[in-house]
């Protein structure tokens, strides 16, 4: 596995890569690092189906707000390079801010709609941060395949929108979202958790569950409105627990859904803080 930190040898490595094996598929996945078995499940994805699986941990400045987490958020270089190696990674991209903005961008990629509601509304620039970054990133490496998690559903959207809109020649793999055993999905930020605030997390995939019950029993005889208060109530009975966003909108244009007899396939998404620490997750259910 080679770990490189700068453009040029990352545009070389994969170069040499090419001539060795000029059919060679190039898979891709982003991330911010301190990897768990959500990424690993997305590397795993890359080496399936492509030949060479390049990783990039970069945490971007651009798509965190002034009172967010950036300063804090958890690193360990060391970890994730054993994780990304047991997952058959080929070539880790780890560069510094500099490398990645020698100097303030001028550039921003700001993809609408499907950013005006849930964390685009509540995390205002979160999404041009993230489209911009991903953008520079699928410049530098041009994967043929780039592998996401559904964690982030909105993310998914929006990068699907932008590589549409800006012809992007690379092909975007939603991939299923790792969970605890006790359903809390997998994420960097859950080490930020106190155990009781941990213990308690738990509602925000049991809420889900609801939910997903709700619709199996017939999404006919329910509205937006019930699913969504059916989720808060859940949520609301861990004390800790303080709602951000609880919505359920269309997949993936991310609009509001008037009834559920006109859409085929919804998100009910929630956002909820614990003390510092917000969790989101969601389902995305096909009626
Ligand atoms: P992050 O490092 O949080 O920016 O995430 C990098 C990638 O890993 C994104 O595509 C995330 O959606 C994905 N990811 C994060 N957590 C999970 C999870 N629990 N299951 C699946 N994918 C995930």
């Known amino acids: 596995m080679q770990v490189l930190s700068s453009i040029s040898e990352l ?43 390049v990783l990039s941990i970069f945490v971007n400045p651009l798509q965190f707000g002034p009172n967010e987490d950036f300063e804090r958020y958890p690193r360990d270089e060391e970890r994730d390079l054993a994780l990304a190696a047991k997952a058959g990674t080929d070539i880790v991209f780890l560069p510094q801010v500099e490398e990645m903005y020698p100097a303030p961008t001028r550039t921003i990629v700001s993809v609408k709609e499907v950013t005006s509601r849930l ?73 930020y958790l106190s155990p009781e605030e941990r213990a308690q997390s738990v509602v925000l995939s049991q809420a889900l569950q609801k939910a997903r019950l709700r619709f199996e029993a017939g999404a006919d005889d329910t509205t937006p409105s019930e699913v969504t208060l059916l989720v808060e109530t859940k949520i609301r009975q861990a004390p800790l627990a303080v709602i951000d966003y609880v919505e359920v909108l269309e997949f993936p244009s991310l609009q509001p ?18 003390g510092n620490t917000r969790l989101i997750d969601n389902a995305v259910i096909s009626i």
Not at 257 to 274: E, G, L, Q, W, Y
Request: proline share 6%; glycine share 6%; charged share 20%.
């Open 119 to 191: 964390c685009g509304a509540s995390r205002p620039g979160h999404f041009d941060g993230v489209a911009t970054v991903v953008s520079k990133l699928l410049h530098i490496v041009q994967p043929d395949q780039a592998f996401f998690g559904m964690k982030d559903a909105q993310q998914v959207a929006v990068i699907e929108q932008m590589v549409l809109d800006l012809n992007m020649p690379v092909r975007i793999v939603p991939c299923p979202i790792v969970r605890e055993p006790d359903g809390l999905a997998k994420s960097s930020r859950n080490v």
């Open 257 to 274: 859904v008037s009834s559920f007899a006109d859409s085929n396939r919804v998100i009910v998404a929630v956002a909820v803080k614990f």
């Open 11 to 53: 545009r070389a490595a994969i170069r040499a890569a090419k001539r060795e094996n000029p059919d060679a598929q190039v898979g891709f996945v982003p991330t911010m690092g301190f990897l768990h078995e959500g990424h690993a499940s997305l590397l795993e994805a890359a080496r399936a189906a492509c030949d060479v699986v």
